[in-house]
């Protein structure tokens, strides 16, 4: 069998293509990759540096559990006591929160009565005593 010049011997089994016709193309589709977002949980935030400056500055009697309390969340969150870490920093930050305002009152009122104290209450007790004794 000759085959001309410029054209391939046939394989055995294939069907030569004649210009002109239709070729079908095969076109496969799979399944596209499923995305899977994992949300993961953060650590609360304890506010243990706030718990000890409202501690220190603030008012004591009610920054020292909410110290207490911020230690408790890193404890319980490693243990996967989630929610139980979670209840501890809510407790927490409302305790310093409490114990801030308490703070920021005392320094107000402090502004206020010392001066006057200073200022209205003495000098008319000086006088007072000075009248009194004349």
Do not use: H
């Not at 899977?36 to 220190?56: N, R, V, W, Y």
């Not at 104290?117 to 004794?133: E, G």
């Amino acid at each position: 069998m000759s085959v001309a010049p410029g054209y391939d011997q046939q394989q055995p089994g294939m069907m030569q293509m004649q210009p002109g016709m239709p070729q079908q193309q095969t076109v496969v589709v799979g399944a596209a990759p499923q995305t899977m977002i994992i949300m993961q949980e953060s650590k609360p935030d304890s506010g243990l540096g706030m718990a000890i400056f409202t501690c220190l500055c603030c008012f004591c009697p009610i920054g020292l559990p909410a110290i207490i309390f911020a230690c408790m969340v890193d404890s319980k969150w490693d243990s996967g006591d989630r929610e139980g870490a979670k209840a501890n920093a809510r407790t927490a930050t409302i305790l310093w929160k409490i114990s801030l305002g308490i703070g920021i009152a005392g320094i107000i009122i402090a502004l206020i009565i010392v001066p006057v104290y200073l200022f209205v209450i003495v000098p008319a007790q000086i006088v007072s005593a000075l009248s009194n004794a004349g």
